[in-house]
């Protein structure tokens, strides 16, 4: 049966070397229907790949060699599973109405742009991506991109059994490559290059606007986090309602910058005393001698969702964040 699916490899030769590859990888040849396994069957079969699995890491680990035929095993469990997980594919697609079958769908599967980056994603995805590209750019103007562009992209088409990437329908972009995402820590900083120092530096000025404005602490108001809210839709939704209501806040807070806002200033740090563990007085918040003078206009608002002001905004300051440290 395999040696059918390689013949019919061959005959697709003057299909282009990336989708002749995605073919190999994600589309069940008709010569291997049959040795497709069960669901069952392909339980058991997981359970044997981590037994065969764990046995060649513990013969490499004694520097041994591992069994041939324990090896030739593994080979065929590999390929037994991934039929499986070919086979859900094209159930999947047609389950999801799409009547075409897997080969064509991922004809359809190709290498696009998105903001200058090569990702091979399927054709509705990119058509979606050019949409958003332009949207994107126009938001952004004249401004300069980021050294290495705005974006990056960790991953894009995986195999079989590994969700909407599977089918080329997901792309993962390093937001942490891009100034207007920030999300501190080391994990972020190792795998996108997230500056963490500069992001730190960015949360802290919202932690304290949340603080000094809402009246929140940092662990009430918890800013990375999604807002607790089971259903998918609606936690997106409120997520950027959240987003807004520290943008808001941010631009109250850097409002009080002005002298004629003194009393208004002094309210808050009084309302907050109890929450501020810095113990901080009206001299110890933003005060006129120690802010920049001039910054970026404060964020244009509109009543469409998502709201980008924020995070636009966040990064226009980036850049003067020593002063107000
Ligand atoms: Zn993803």
């Known amino acids: 049966m395999a040696g059918n699916a390689s013949v019919a490899r061959l005959i697709a030769g003057s299909i282009p070397a990336v989708q002749r590859d995605i073919k190999d990888t994600h ?13 069952e069957e392909t339980q058991a079969l997981q359970t044997e790949w981590g037994e065969l699995n764990a046995k060649k890491k513990a013969a ?11 090896e030739a ?11 499986r997980f070919k086979k859900d594919t094209a159930m999947t697609l047609e389950g999801n109405g799409y009547k075409d079958g897997p080969a064509k769908w991922y ?16 054709q509705k995805l990119a058509d979606k991506l050019a949409e958003a590209e332009k949207v994107f750019l126009k938001a952004v103007g004249t401004e300069k991109a980021p050294a290495g562009g705005w974006t990056r992209v960790s991953s894009d088409l995986r195999g079989p059994g590994q969700g909407l990437h599977s089918y080329g329908l997901a ?8 100034p207007y995402l920030v999300t501190p820590s080391k994990t972020s900083q190792g795998a996108t290059g997230e500056p963490l120092k500069r992001s730190q530096a960015i949360q802290d000025i919202i932690d304290r606007a949340v603080l000094l404005v809402l009246g929140k602490t940092p662990d009430e108001e918890k800013f990375g986090e999604a807002p607790a809210e089971t259903d998918k839709a609606k936690r997106a939704m409120l997520s950027y309602d959240k987003l807004e209501e520290a943008s808001n806040a941010l631009e109250t807070y850097f409002t009080l910058v002005d002298p004629t806002k003194k009393a208004d200033l002094d309210a ?20 006129p001698t120690t802010e920049p003078r001039s910054g970026p206009s404060p964020p244009r608002r509109t009543g469409r969702r998502p709201r980008r002001a924020f995070s636009i905004w966040i990064a226009a300051w980036s850049r003067p964040l020593s002063v107000l440290a």
């Not at 490499?60 to 324990?70: G, V």
């Not at 792309?171 to 891009?178: Q, R």
């Open 107 to 122: 004809e359809d599967v190709k290498d696009a742009k998105f903001l200058g980056q090569t990702i091979t994603v399927h």
């Open 73 to 83: 095993r593994f080979t065929e469990v590999n390929r037994l599973i991934s039929l």
């Open 27 to 39: 589309v069940l040849e008709e010569a291997d229907e049959t040795d497709v396994p069960t669901w």
């Open 60 to 70: 490499a680990k004694k520097k041994e060699p591992f069994d041939p035929a324990d």
């Open 171 to 178: 792309v993962d972009l390093k937001g942490g490559t891009n």
């Open 268 to 287: 808050r740090v009084t309302a907050i005393a109890a929450k501020d563990t810095a113990n901080r007085t009206a001299d110890d918040w933003p005060s």
